[in-house]
């Protein structure tokens, strides 16, 4: 809702720009990861997906990088509107959490675009 | 499309009282999961459900039960309702099997007065 996005680091840019998004991960044994949209007064909605074998993955206007190395996720959104003004999630599913898709959230981005 | 159905947007309830978050699913999903969302801490995980009638702790289960009958419908449940349990209320669905996207409904704001 409303409140999500309060006490969260902010990235703010022009509406038009490229936008990235930084994650840290936590678990290197995780193997699946997802970057989650939170619009105001709405529940999570799935963006795009990687898997461990993956560097990069790329979907409409919007790229995921994975770099394994370092644990570190981001999410490359191009030509961005005002849209796309949310609260950004990323959440990592580890390897052996026993196949049932237990999703580990970070804390969350929000991101603002302004005209 | 698949649809995750929270029965009520927004609740207020009194500090004892025992409340029920409903949350329905229509796509045949085996897993099923309630988290709780505060400013600043992202999704926390209450306890999922992977069967009917089956149901694991998550990582903040205390002052939480859940209850899943039927495969559709998973149910969280706060015996006794304190008032560090308001918070937005988030309920999702997964296929079972390992490695795919879980899908959220829109929440329930509940405010223990």
């Known amino acids: 809702g409303e409140s999500v996005g309060l006490h969260l680091p902010t990235l703010s840019v022009q509406e038009g720009d490229n936008s990235i998004i930084n994650c840290a991960y936590s678990n290197s044994a995780s193997d699946y990861f997802i970057w989650y949209k939170q619009e105001s007064g709405k529940g999570p909605q799935f963006i795009i997906d990687i898997r461990s074998n993956m560097d990069k993955r790329q979907g409409q206007r919007v790229t995921v990088l994975l770099n394994k190395t370092v644990k570190h996720l981001s999410l490359q959104i191009a030509a961005t509107q005002p849209g796309d003004s949310a609260v950004y999630f990323c959440a990592e599913i580890p390897l052996f959490s026993g196949g049932y898709n237990k999703l580990i959230f970070g804390a969350g981005t929000r991101l603002a675009v302004h005209p | 499309d698949v649809k995750v159905t929270q029965s009520s947007r927004y609740l207020v309830k009194r500090t004892g009282e025992k409340v029920f978050l409903e949350c329905v699913q229509d796509?045949?999903?085996?897993?099923m999961f309630w988290y709780r969302q505060d400013p600043g801490l992202g999704l926390r995980l209450i306890y999922f459900s992977y069967d009917v009638k089956m149901k694991e702790k998550g990582d903040i289960p205390e002052g939480y039960s859940v209850s899943r009958e039927k495969k559709e419908r998973f149910s969280l449940i706060l015996e006794s309702a304190s008032t560090n349990q308001t918070s937005m209320y988030l309920c999702a669905s997964s296929v079972g099997g390992y490695g795919t996207e879980a899908f959220f409904g829109q929440g329930t704001r509940l405010t223990v007065v």
């Open positions: 796509m045949d999903h085996e897993n």
